[in-house]
């Protein structure tokens, strides 16, 4: 199953490394604030630390759109907490990890490679009212643009018509 923009966001509960501390994170905790919901394929890889730098790096950017960064991947919370350990990096998030070990949360937004029981690199903007309204799928080869996702989230928040390359500041159509 694959959940298309324009549509309620399918709703999640599991278990999150948030700092160094095991918590159960629900979708519902959120209500009322934007959402990145950011899946990557694994722990202990290569491209995966330098999007999640790269999103520990903006935090405040989101923070400052009232919008939640939650990462996601199919480990469990002791392989992200052991690869916080492993990697400098990756030490201080700001932002909890969840673990989709079931694999559900994966499958519901699309990403799941089924044969590989891994993620791709998916990316979604919830709104505060649990809808989805956008939605960026990588190959597992590729690193994202984190500039490109605020981008995107800054024009959503504006309710207006923005056109194509459109930055924060400039007129809407």
């Given at each position: ?36 919901l950011f899946f ?23 923070a400052d759109r ?108």
């Amino acid at each position: 199953m694959s959940i298309q923009v324009a549509s309620p966001a399918p709703a999640f509960k599991t278990q999150a490394l948030v700092g160094k501390e095991f918590k159960t994170i629900s979708s519902t905790d959120y209500a009322g604030k934007w959402i990145l919901l950011f899946f990557y394929p694994m722990d202990f890889t290569f491209i995966c630390p330098t999007e999640l730098v790269g999103l520990n790096d903006k935090h405040g950017d989101f923070a400052d759109r009232d919008c939640v960064v939650l990462a996601a991947s199919t480990d469990t919370v002791h392989s992200h907490l052991g690869w916080t350990k492993a990697d400098e990096r990756l030490s201080n998030l700001k932002y909890p990890v969840l673990a989709d070990v079931t694999k559900s949360i994966s499958r519901s937004y699309g990403v799941l490679l089924e044969n590989e029981g891994i993620a791709l690199r998916g990316s979604f903007l919830i709104d505060p009212n649990g809808v989805l309204r956008w939605s960026c799928v990588n190959d597992g080869s590729a690193g994202r643009s984190i500039d490109e996702i605020i981008r995107v989230l800054d024009a959503l928040q504006t309710d207006k018509l923005c056109p194509c390359n459109w930055k924060k500041g400039e007129p809407t159509l």
